[in-house]
């Protein structure tokens, strides 16, 4: 066998094992670049979300804590405060509902998102009520309006609020799993590739 012939089949052997090797650099460089696209997803949209409903939920906690100290208090300076406290929170879950209604793009989300919004509407006008019969009326009839008819109300806001913080749990745990799956059909093709390679190269070795 010639010089030159040896030297082509070399060549030739040699770049197939170079080019294997650059696909698997083109498989991991891509395969890296989806997994940080989808940890981005996760950090910059869908913890931030999730945050957002949790801060809804516990500014909503606030409230019925500040309504029931208005109705323990006897002292119209601490009716006063208590008031103050419910309408900065109110403030603050406005601020994360209009963040949450310009991110949300998924169907499912809006639809749970509106359904917060109608439930949050009518605690909100629940509030009203009670904290005029607070500063109006009895203890007694302030206690059956919260007992009887604004209880149901924060219970189905708060239901609302939970199904759409799960939802979102389940948003990025879905993320996590595309992220894994990705890492391992990457793992399983560059193992194959760089195996290929191996084998030509044994294959030219003997």
């Given at each position: 066998?010639?010089?030159?012939?040896i030297t082509t089949r070399l060549g030739?052997?040699?770049?197939?094992?170079?080019?294997?090797?650059?696909?698997?650099?083109?498989?991991?460089?891509?395969?890296?670049?989806?997994?940080?696209?989808?940890?981005?997803?996760?950090?910059?949209?869908?913890?931030?979300?999730?945050?957002?409903?949790?801060?809804?939920?516990?500014?909503?906690?606030?409230?019925?804590?500040?309504?029931?100290?208005?109705?323990?208090?006897?002292?119209?300076?601490?009716?006063?405060?208590?008031?103050?406290?419910?309408?900065?929170?109110?403030?603050?879950?406005?601020?994360?509902?209009?963040?949450?209604?310009?991110?949300?793009?998924?169907?499912?989300?809006?639809?749970?998102?509106?359904?917060?919004?109608?439930?949050?509407?009518?605690?909100?006008?629940?509030?009203?009520?009670?904290?005029?019969?607070?500063?109006?009326?009895?203890?007694?009839?302030?206690?059956?309006?919260?007992?009887?008819?604004?209880?149901?109300?924060?219970?189905?806001?708060?239901?609302?609020?939970?199904?759409?913080?799960?939802?979102?749990?389940?948003?990025?745990?879905?993320?996590?799993?595309?992220?894994?799956?990705s890492y391992q059909g990457a793992r399983?093709?560059?193992?194959?590739?760089v195996a290929l390679a191996l084998l030509?190269?044994?294959?030219?070795?003997?």
């Amino acid at each position: 066998m010639n010089s030159t012939t040896i030297t082509t089949r070399l060549g030739l052997s040699f770049g197939a094992i170079i080019l294997l090797l650059i696909v698997v650099a083109g498989v991991g460089i891509n395969r890296l670049a989806q997994l940080d696209q989808g940890t981005q997803v996760i950090v910059t949209d869908r913890w931030i979300k999730a945050a957002q409903s949790n801060n809804i939920a516990r500014h909503t906690t606030q409230i019925a804590i500040a309504l029931r100290n208005m109705m323990l208090t006897s002292s119209r300076e601490d009716m006063a405060k208590q008031k103050e406290r419910i309408m900065e929170s109110r403030k603050a879950i406005a601020v994360d509902i209009d963040a949450l209604k310009q991110s949300v793009n998924l169907p499912r989300g809006k639809d749970i998102l509106g359904e917060v919004l109608v439930q949050r509407e009518r605690y909100i006008a629940g509030q009203e009520k009670l904290i005029k019969v607070i500063e109006t009326g009895s203890a007694e009839e302030s206690r059956q309006y919260l007992n009887n008819e604004l209880r149901p109300v924060l219970a189905a806001y708060q239901a609302a609020l939970d199904k759409f913080a799960k939802f979102q749990a389940e948003l990025v745990d879905s993320a996590g799993k595309s992220a894994s799956e990705s890492y391992q059909g990457a793992r399983t093709l560059m193992i194959g590739i760089v195996a290929l390679a191996l084998l030509i190269a044994a294959v030219l070795a003997i």
